[in-house]
């Protein structure tokens, strides 16, 4: 008896299809590509229960005639392509053929299509189910195609197990639709979901209308032209819009590459605009960027991925690196017209047009602070320091211990720099003097509380040994312990003036799903308007303006990662909402501290056992012992 066999056709294509179709927006992606294909300037697309129950999009292209209707779903029936050779220069988005019959054999598909210049004037209408076609008739229709899938993975049980929550899959046809609309703009789209009108897209000839149509007004006008000032590479051109310095978002929504007019999604060209906007933003946040790359066939790949997400360049690094040359470009010339534009309207008052001096340029790649540090506080970063004599690292072993936390992750608490405001008043600079017993075992003994260094830093004297503490960084680690330990639930504060917060649709969807979640941290929140949530109670000690940033950092969190596991994701989602609850709660670089203030942080920190590196990976204290100090005045 053989042990290999032929499976049967109609399984062969269900095994198949999982390699096409993974989700609801992965089978609109197909229909969208077709219908833009077929040269449709008016596309309609709607979505009940987010793309499980039906996908329906109605478009006013060609059309097909009977006899091609009955083909397109049978496996590799394509009009794109007739060889191997014509796939690496072919410029429509399908060529496969395999979109169709994959579709067809995990779902119920109706289509309804009418050729143009077709001389009877009807049309065909057939339903396929599990790849076979089980009705066909002849009717009256517009001229174009009409193509529902109902019932996804209705053949495939556990494949339907496997499909997200409702708000994951909707974020996800949102995506692609926004996709499509900011490559076509001359194309018609409209989105309803649940019988709902979501996106009305008429044509346009510039691309921040068509911005402004998806999105809004404030996110159009903050974009900024992006194009190769001179055509170096003569198989590669780019244009588009990007942010500029003073806008950004939570999340990396709104960056959109194409290559060749088709959507990507690759990692290292978004590694290479975010480095472009390095030190312009602050930790944390993304721009705004659609970027439309123009490659020779030669140069590029686009039969890689079984969904045609993914490209591959054949010189990855110069396209990279021409992203990252072509943003820092361009802020730095928005930069320089901002600040010539200012100089104008300052001088044309005050002095005559023969005293005008024209701005000299600058970079816009200092490092982002929230405020403007003075001269003699405030080192370039390229500015050579010298290492000192002191070996830090082998006093406390903190180099061990950071070595393992990603760059980024260190770079999370930059934006703690403020303006001064006391803490407490700084009542006194006697010395504090203590006791404190290391939870490790280890006797800290005739503790003495020096002072504050910098407004940043905490000086303790123990014995022979100099401590110096990072204020925020410590209180960050304390707090976020105390958030640990009452993780179910926490009494929030009223606000006496409730915070109304404008959210995108994405937000308003997750955050309908992490409401209770919410709550038990303390947040109540209600919803306002169609896009508006009103913040009502706080977690103590965080401060009102500081609300907006929380929420909106969480939903941006949960909409990344709730396609982990599920207790995962949670435990995941309690860890960034504590830590980062911690890092607005706690005082700041620049806060004055009263000394016993100083005093309770320090025994609150030597109580908790992680006390030696804050929640974001940077360290919370040096040590420098007697002997080096001496060493360093030449005493030894």
Same mark, same amino acid.
């Given at each position: 008896?053989?042990?290999?066999?032929?499976?049967? @056709?109609?399984?062969?294509?269900?095994?198949?299809?999982?390699?096409?179709?993974?989700?609801?927006?992965?089978?609109?992606?197909?229909?969208?590509?077709?219908?833009?294909?077929?040269?449709?300037?008016?596309?309609?697309?709607?979505?009940?229960?987010?793309?499980?129950?039906?996908?329906?999009?109605?478009?006013?292209?060609?059309?097909?005639?009977?006899?091609?209707?009955?083909?397109?779903?049978?496996?590799?029936?394509?009009?794109?392509?007739?060889?191997?050779?014509?796939?690496?220069?072919?410029?429509?988005?399908?060529?496969?053929?395999?979109?169709?019959?994959?579709?067809?054999?995990?779902?119920?598909?109706?289509?309804? %299509?009418?050729?143009?210049?077709?001389?009877?004037?009807?049309?065909?209408?057939?339903?396929?189910?599990?790849?076979?076609?089980?009705?066909?008739?002849?009717?009256?229709?517009?001229?174009? %195609?009409?193509?529902?899938?109902?019932?996804?993975?209705?053949?495939? @049980?556990?494949?339907?197990?496997?499909?997200?929550?409702?708000? %994951?899959?909707?974020?996800?046809?949102?995506?692609?639709?926004?996709?499509?609309?900011?490559?076509?703009?001359?194309?018609?789209?409209?989105?309803?979901?649940?019988?709902?009108?979501?996106?009305?897209?008429?044509?346009? %000839?510039?691309?921040?209308?068509?911005?402004?149509?998806?999105?809004?007004?404030?996110?159009?006008?903050?974009?900024?032209?992006?194009?190769?000032?001179?055509?170096?590479?003569p198989w590669l051109n780019y244009s588009g819009l990007i942010s500029g310095h003073q806008f950004w978002r939570y999340g990396r929504t709104h960056i959109f590459f194409f290559v060749n007019g088709r959507w990507i999604k690759n990692q290292e060209l978004s590694k290479a605009l975010l480095k472009g906007y390095l030190n312009v933003l602050p930790p944390g946040k993304f721009p705004a960027a659609f970027i439309f790359l123009q490659v020779d066939s030669d140069q590029v790949d686009i039969n890689v991925h079984p969904k045609k997400e993914e490209v591959r360049f054949i010189k990855p690094a110069t396209v990279e690196m021409q992203i990252f040359n072509g943003v820092k470009a361009t802020l730095e010339q928005r930069l320089n017209q901002m600040l010539e534009s200012k100089s104008e309207l300052r001088t044309s008052s005050s002095l005559p047009p023969t005293s005008r001096q024209s701005v000299e340029p600058v970079s816009s790649f200092e490092p982002f602070t929230l405020q403007k540090e003075s001269s003699e506080n405030r080192l370039p970063p390229h500015m050579n320091v010298p290492k000192p004599a002191v070996d830090w690292d082998s006093l406390l072993n903190i180099s061990a211990i950071t070595s393992q936390i990603p760059a980024q992750e260190m770079q999370q608490c930059a934006y703690e720099q403020q303006p001064e405001k006391p803490v407490v008043q700084e009542s006194q600079e006697k010395l504090f003097s203590f006791d404190l017993e290391d939870d490790l075992g280890e006797v800290v003994s005739s503790f003495s509380i020096i002072g504050q260094l910098f407004k940043t830093y905490i000086l303790i004297q123990s014995n022979d040994q100099l401590i110096i503490i990072d204020q925020h960084a410590a209180h960050e680690r304390v707090l976020y312990e105390k958030f640990l330990k009452n993780f179910q639930h926490k009494e929030g504060t009223a606000l006496l003036f409730p915070e109304v917060v404008q959210v995108t649709q994405e937000q308003m969807i997750t955050l309908h799903t992490v409401i209770d979640f919410f709550q038990e941290q303390g947040i109540m929140l209600e919803q306002f308007g169609a896009l508006e949530i009103v913040i009502k109670t706080s977690p103590p000690l965080i401060a009102q303006h500081d609300l907006k940033d929380l929420l909106c950092e969480v939903l941006e969190f949960v909409r990344e990662h709730e396609t982990i596991d599920r207790d995962l994701f949670r435990k995941k989602l309690n860890e960034f909402t504590h830590s980062h609850m911690a890092c607005k709660a706690a005082v700041r670089a620049g806060d004055v501290l009263e000394p016993i203030f100083m005093h309770q942080l320090v025994s609150d920190l030597m109580a908790v056992q992680n006390r030696f590196i804050c929640v974001h990976g940077r360290p919370t204290m040096w040590t420098l012992g007697k002997s080096a100090i001496e060493k360093n005045f030449r005493r030894r």
């Amino acid at each position: 008896m053989n042990i290999i066999k032929v499976l049967p @056709p109609h399984e062969a294509q269900k095994i198949a299809a999982g390699e096409v179709i993974e989700r609801p927006a992965h089978i609109l992606k197909e229909l969208l590509e077709n219908s833009i294909d077929a040269g449709a300037s008016q596309i309609s697309i709607w979505i009940e229960q987010a793309g499980k129950q039906l996908i329906r999009v109605v478009d006013n292209g060609c059309g097909m005639s009977i006899d091609d209707a009955r083909i397109c779903f049978l496996p590799h029936a394509t009009s794109k392509v007739s060889s191997l050779d014509e796939v690496y220069a072919v410029k429509s988005y399908g060529f496969r053929g395999e979109a169709l019959a994959s579709i067809s054999a995990v779902s119920k598909v109706t289509l309804i %299509t009418r050729l143009r210049n077709d001389a009877s004037g009807l049309g065909s209408r057939l339903e396929y189910q599990q790849g076979a076609i089980v009705t066909q008739e002849a009717i009256a229709c517009p001229v174009g %195609t009409d193509l529902a899938v109902a019932d996804l993975f209705y053949t495939i @049980p556990v494949r339907k197990k496997f499909l997200k929550a409702d708000s %994951t899959e909707w974020n996800q046809i949102q995506a692609i639709v926004q996709a499509f609309c900011l490559s076509h703009t001359s194309v018609h789209f409209k989105l309803f979901h649940d019988e709902k009108l979501i996106i009305n897209a008429p044509p346009v %000839t510039m691309l921040k209308d068509r911005v402004m149509q998806i999105w809004d007004y404030d996110l159009a006008q903050h974009l900024i032209p992006f194009e190769h000032a001179e055509k170096m590479l003569p198989w590669l051109n780019y244009s588009g819009l990007i942010s500029g310095h003073q806008f950004w978002r939570y999340g990396r929504t709104h960056i959109f590459f194409f290559v060749n007019g088709r959507w990507i999604k690759n990692q290292e060209l978004s590694k290479a605009l975010l480095k472009g906007y390095l030190n312009v933003l602050p930790p944390g946040k993304f721009p705004a960027a659609f970027i439309f790359l123009q490659v020779d066939s030669d140069q590029v790949d686009i039969n890689v991925h079984p969904k045609k997400e993914e490209v591959r360049f054949i010189k990855p690094a110069t396209v990279e690196m021409q992203i990252f040359n072509g943003v820092k470009a361009t802020l730095e010339q928005r930069l320089n017209q901002m600040l010539e534009s200012k100089s104008e309207l300052r001088t044309s008052s005050s002095l005559p047009p023969t005293s005008r001096q024209s701005v000299e340029p600058v970079s816009s790649f200092e490092p982002f602070t929230l405020q403007k540090e003075s001269s003699e506080n405030r080192l370039p970063p390229h500015m050579n320091v010298p290492k000192p004599a002191v070996d830090w690292d082998s006093l406390l072993n903190i180099s061990a211990i950071t070595s393992q936390i990603p760059a980024q992750e260190m770079q999370q608490c930059a934006y703690e720099q403020q303006p001064e405001k006391p803490v407490v008043q700084e009542s006194q600079e006697k010395l504090f003097s203590f006791d404190l017993e290391d939870d490790l075992g280890e006797v800290v003994s005739s503790f003495s509380i020096i002072g504050q260094l910098f407004k940043t830093y905490i000086l303790i004297q123990s014995n022979d040994q100099l401590i110096i503490i990072d204020q925020h960084a410590a209180h960050e680690r304390v707090l976020y312990e105390k958030f640990l330990k009452n993780f179910q639930h926490k009494e929030g504060t009223a606000l006496l003036f409730p915070e109304v917060v404008q959210v995108t649709q994405e937000q308003m969807i997750t955050l309908h799903t992490v409401i209770d979640f919410f709550q038990e941290q303390g947040i109540m929140l209600e919803q306002f308007g169609a896009l508006e949530i009103v913040i009502k109670t706080s977690p103590p000690l965080i401060a009102q303006h500081d609300l907006k940033d929380l929420l909106c950092e969480v939903l941006e969190f949960v909409r990344e990662h709730e396609t982990i596991d599920r207790d995962l994701f949670r435990k995941k989602l309690n860890e960034f909402t504590h830590s980062h609850m911690a890092c607005k709660a706690a005082v700041r670089a620049g806060d004055v501290l009263e000394p016993i203030f100083m005093h309770q942080l320090v025994s609150d920190l030597m109580a908790v056992q992680n006390r030696f590196i804050c929640v974001h990976g940077r360290p919370t204290m040096w040590t420098l012992g007697k002997s080096a100090i001496e060493k360093n005045f030449r005493r030894r």
